[in-house]
C-alpha cells in the first residue's frame, strides 16, 4: 500500500462522475482531500480549512474556477492552482496567467497526465513545506541565542533574531529596514584600537569578504540597557554561498571587569615594585653599614692624630684614599640600584653573570650576615642571551630573595643558594634552589597565588612570587615552576630563545 502523502487537497468540480472518479484516486493519494461542486463552494472550503494545494474546473455554476482563483490569489500569492477546462478559448487561457497559475491542462486529458502533474506540485509543496520547517527551525535557534544573530549577504541582511529586535528597539526586520540600510546605522564610531572601520565593514560585506572583521568590536545604542554597550563582531560563512551569519555579542560587563582587572594588576605591579624597592633599600642600608663605619672609624683616627700632632702626610694620604675607595663602593652600589630600575622596555643581549653581578653587590651583605653561599653554576652563565634585561632582573633578584627568606628561623648547616644556566636547542633554562628545607606540600599549589605569604604579618607583601610568575608567562613568554629536591625548594625558569639568538 502506497504511503499517503500529509497535504490538504482542495478539489473543486461540478461534473459528478469526474468528481466521484477523481475523488477515490485522490484518497489514495493525500491524506486530507476537501471536495467542493463549484466556485463558491471551493472558496468557502479554502477559507476554513487552508489546503495546499488546490484543484479546480474553470465552468461551473454559481462561482466559476476563475473567479473563484481569483479570490483566493488576494489571500495567498503563492498556492499552486491547477485549472482543467474542456474549453479552448483564449480569454481563459490569458485569465489563468494572470491570476499566475500553475498548471492549466485542456479536457480530455489522459487520467496518468493529471496524475503527473498532481505528484508534481506535491513535490513542490513538500520541498517548501521542509524550506518552511528548515527556516523555522533555523528562526529558533537564532532565537535562544544571547547574542544579536544576523544571516546576510552582499544583497543585505535576510533574518535577524528576537535579541536583535529587543537591542534595536524594532518589533521586525522590515520595520528596521524600513528606517534604516543598514545595522552600521546604529554603530557609534570609536577611534580605538580593536574597534570596527564601519566603512571597511560596509565595503567588506558588499565584496563577500568580511572575514577580517572578526574580533573587533563595536559599540551600538542598546535599547533594553537604554545605553551605549560593546559589542564583539564575529562573521562567519552560512551554508550557501556568498551568505554569513553575523553575530554582535555583548561584553560591556566583560570590558568593564578586564578594566578593574588591568587596575588591579597596575596596583600588585606598583605594590610588588614597591615591595622590591624597600628590600633594595634595606639591601643598600646593610651594604653600607660596614664602609660607614670604617669611614667613621678612619675620620675618628685622623682627628685623634691630629689632636697628638702625630698626623704624617703618608698617614692623610693612606687614609684619603681609603675613604675615597670606600665611597666609590658605596656609589657602585647606588649605580647598581639605580640600573636595577631603570626602565628598559626593548629586549637586548645580556649574560647571567652581569645581572648576578649587580645583584650580588646588593645582597652580598645581606647573605654573608646569615652566612649564606651564593653560588653559581653552568658553563652558559657568560653566554649572552636575548630577553628584557630588567625583568629578567627581577625575576632572579625575586627568587634569591624568596630564597634567602627561606632560611629565616632555621637552622641549616652551610645554608647554600644555588643559580644555574643552560641552554639546549633554543631553550633558556634558569634554576634558583636552596637547601632550606623545601616548600611544605600543603601550600604548593598556592606559592604563586597573590597575597599568598608564609611570613609574619607586617613582614611580607606575598606578590614577589606572583609577580614573578606573571613577569615569567606574561612578558618573558616562560614557564616556571617549583619542587623540593635535595633538601630545599627548586624554582625552574624556562623560556624559547628567539631564533637569532647565538647559544
Known amino acids: 500500500m502506497i504511503e499517503k502523502v500529509d497535504i490538504t487537497l482542495l478539489y473543486v468540480e461540478d461534473d459528478v462522475k469526474l468528481r466521484g472518479f477523481y475523488s477515490e484516486v485522490f484518497q489514495n493519494k493525500v491524506k486530507h482531500l476537501i471536495i467542493a461542486e463549484n466556485g463558491e463552494e471551493g472558496l468557502k472550503a479554502f477559507m476554513n480549512d487552508s489546503p495546499d494545494i488546490v484543484l479546480t474546473d474553470i465552468r461551473m455554476p454559481v462561482m466559476s474556477g476563475i473567479e473563484m482563483s481569483r479570490h483566493i490569489r488576494q489571500i495567498d500569492k503563492k498556492i499552486p492552482i491547477i485549472m482543467t477546462s474542456g474549453s479552448s478559448e483564449s480569454e481563459f487561457l490569458f485569465q489563468a496567467i494572470e491570476l499566475g497559475v500553475t498548471r492549466y491542462i485542456l479536457k480530455p486529458f489522459q487520467h496518468e497526465h493529471l496524475e503527473l502533474i498532481l505528484d508534481q506540485t506535491i513535490e513542490y509543496i513538500l520541498l517548501r513545506k521542509a524550506e518552511i520547517d528548515r527556516k523555522k527551525e533555523l528562526q529558533e535557534i537564532m532565537d535562544t541565542q544571547k547574542s544579536i544573530i544576523l544571516l546576510a549577504n552582499i544583497h543585505g541582511v535576510e533574518r535577524v533574531n528576537k535579541v536583535f529586535c529587543n537591542v534595536t528597539g524594532y518589533k521586525t526586520l522590515e520595520e528596521f529596514q524600513n528606517n534604516h540600510q543598514c545595522i552600521c546605522d546604529l554603530f557609534v564610531m570609536e577611534e580605538q584600537e ?79 615594585k614597591h615591595a622590591q624597592m624597600g628590600e633594595m633599600i634595606s639591601m643598600i642600608a646593610h651594604q653600607w653599614r660596614q664602609p660607614l663605619n670604617a669611614i667613621s672609624a ?27 675607595k670606600e665611597t666609590q ?73 624568596n630564597a634567602k627568606d627561606a632560611f629565616d628561623g632555621k637552622t641549616v648547616e652551610s645554608p647554600t643558594i644555588t643559580v644555574e644556566l643552560s641552554l639546549k636547542e633554543g631553550v633558556c633554562t634558569l634554576i634558583v634552589r636552596d637547601n632550606a628545607g623545601g616548600v611544605p606540600e600543603a601550600i604548593m599549589n598556592k606559592i604563586f597565588n597573590p597575597y599568598f605569604t608564609t611570613k609574619e604579618q607586617g613582614k611580607g607583601t606575598g606578590i614577589g612570587l606572583y609577580m614573578t610568575k606573571r613577569i615569567v608567562e606574561e612578558i618573558l613568554s616562560g614557564s616556571i615552576e617549583v619542587y623540593n629536591r635535595g633538601g630545599g625548594a627548586v624554582f625552574e625558569f624556562s623560556m624559547i630563545l628567539p631564533e637569532n639568538q647565538n647559544s
Open 194 to 272: 580593536n574597534y570596527l572601520n564601519v566603512e571597511g565593514f560596509i565595503s567588506s560585506m558588499k565584496q563577500g569578504t568580511p572575514s577580517f572583521i572578526n574580533g573587533k568590536k563595536v559599540k551600538m545604542y542598546c535599547n533594553i540597557h537604554q545605553e551605549e554597550r560593546i559589542f564583539l563582531v564575529d562573521i562567519t560563512p552560512f551554508v550557501r554561498q556568498g551568505d554569513f551569519v553575523v553575530t554582535l555579542t555583548d561584553i560591556t560587563e566583560l570590558e568593564e571587569e578586564i578594566k578593574k582587572n588591568k587596575e588591579k594588576d597596575y596596583l600588585l605591579f606598583l605594590q610588588s
Open 298 to 324: 678612619s675620620s675618628i683616627r685622623l682627628s685623634m692624630l691630629n689632636t697628638l700632632n702625630d698626623l704624617a702626610k703618608e698617614e692623610i694620604t693612606s687614609i684619603s684614599k681609603f675613604i675615597q
Open 329 to 401: 663602593d658605596m656609589s657602585q652600589i647606588i649605580n647598581d640600584f639605580m640600573n636595577f630600575f631603570k626602565p628598559v622596555p626593548q629586549t637586548s643581549f645580556v649574560s647571567l653573570d652581569n645581572i648576578l653581578s649587580e645583584i650580588r653587590s646588593l645582597i652580598e651583605g645581606q647573605l654573608k650576615s646569615k652566612g649564606i653561599i651564593l653560588i653559581v653554576n653552568g658553563e652558559d652563565i657568560h653566554t649572552p642571551i636575548s630577553g628584557y634585561r630588567q625583568e629578567l632582573s627581577n625575576v632572579l633578584i625575586n627568587l634569591i630573595v
